[in-house]
Antibody
Framework: EVQLMESGGGLVKPGGSLRLSCAASGFFFSNAWMSWVRQAPGKGLEWVGRIKRKSDGGTTDYAAPAKGRFTISRDDSKNTLYLQVNSLKTEDTAVYYC???????????WGQGTLLTVSS | QTVVTQEPSLTVSPGGTVTLTCASSTGAVTSGYYPNWFQQKPGQPPRALIYSTSNKHSWTPARFSGSLLGGKAALTLSGVQPEDEAEYYCLLLSGGAHQFGGGTKLTVL
C-alpha cells in the first residue's frame, strides 16, 4: 500500500525556518519524482516545487513564490522527502502536502498534509 | 506566470450532468498541457480523477469524464451523486512548472 506521511509542521514566527518531512512507503521511492503542494486555509492548491529522481539528475524546480526561500531535498536511503522553508512569511501559512506519481498521470498519491502556521 | 481559471462555483441537481472547465491565460488548453483533474472534500487531501485530458485512474467512477472543449480542459459529471459535492481542481503542466486552477466548488442540490 502506497503511503506518504508528512511531519514537521507547527507554529513558527515570521522570519523563522522549519524543515518538513515526508516519509514514503509502498513504492520504489528512489525511482519517483516527488513534489510539494500547499494549501492556505480556505484557499486553493499551489504547487511549491519538485525534485527529480537521481537517475534523472536529482534536480529541483520551484514555483516562483518558493524560489530562493524553499529547498527540496531527498534521502533515498530513508525513503524521505524534505522541504526546508526559510525566511517564513505569514502568507506561507498552509497545509503542505507531499505528492507523487506511482502509477499514472500526475500526483496520483497524496499524503494527509502537515500544517505550518507562521504567526507572531 | 500562467493563470489557470475555473468557474468559482456550480450547482447541479442529483442525477444531472455538469461540466467544469479549465482555461489558461496563455491561450487554448491543448493535450500538451496534460490536463489533470482532482477532487477534494473538506479535511481531506486531493484525490486524482483524470490525467492527460481524458484518462481515468482505476478508482475514478465511470460518471466522470475529461475532454477538451472550446480551447479549455473540461471535466463532465454525468448522473451526479450527492457524494460528488466537493471542490474540483484542474492542473496544467507547462515546461517544468505545474499550475493549478483556483478550483470549482460543486454543490449538489
Amino acid at each position: 500500500e502506497v503511503q506518504l506521511m508528512e511531519s514537521g509542521g507547527g507554529l513558527v514566527k515570521p522570519g523563522g525556518s522549519l524543515r518538513l518531512s515526508c516519509a514514503a512507503s509502498g513504492f520504489f521511492f528512489s525511482n519517483a519524482w516527488m513534489s510539494w503542494v500547499r494549501q492556505a486555509p480556505g484557499k486553493g492548491l499551489e504547487w511549491v516545487g519538485r525534485i527529480k529522481r537521481k537517475s534523472d539528475g536529482g534536480t529541483t524546480d520551484y514555483a516562483a513564490p518558493a524560489k530562493g526561500r524553499f529547498t527540496i531535498s531527498r534521502d533515498d536511503s530513508k525513503n524521505t522527502l524534505y522541504l526546508q522553508v526559510n525566511s517564513l512569511k505569514t502568507e506561507d501559512t498552509a497545509v503542505y502536502y507531499c505528492t507523487t506519481t506511482v502509477h499514472s498521470g500526475e500526483f496520483d498519491y497524496w499524503g494527509q498534509g502537515t500544517l505550518l502556521t507562521v504567526s507572531s | 506566470q500562467t493563470v489557470v481559471t475555473q468557474e468559482p462555483s456550480l450547482t447541479v441537481s442529483p442525477g444531472g450532468t455538469v461540466t467544469l472547465t479549465c482555461a489558461s491565460s496563455t491561450g487554448a488548453v491543448t493535450s500538451g498541457y496534460y490536463p489533470n483533474w482532482f477532487q477534494q472534500k473538506p479535511g481531506q487531501p486531493p484525490r486524482a480523477l483524470i490525467y492527460s485530458t481524458s484518462n481515468k485512474h482505476s478508482w475514478t467512477p465511470a460518471r466522470f469524464s475529461g475532454s477538451l472543449l472550446g480551447g479549455k480542459a473540461a471535466l463532465t459529471l454525468s448522473g451526479v451523486q450527492p457524494e460528488d459535492e466537493a471542490e474540483y481542481y484542474c492542473l496544467l503542466l507547462s515546461g517544468g512548472a505545474h499550475q493549478f486552477g483556483g478550483g470549482t466548488k460543486l454543490t449538489v442540490l
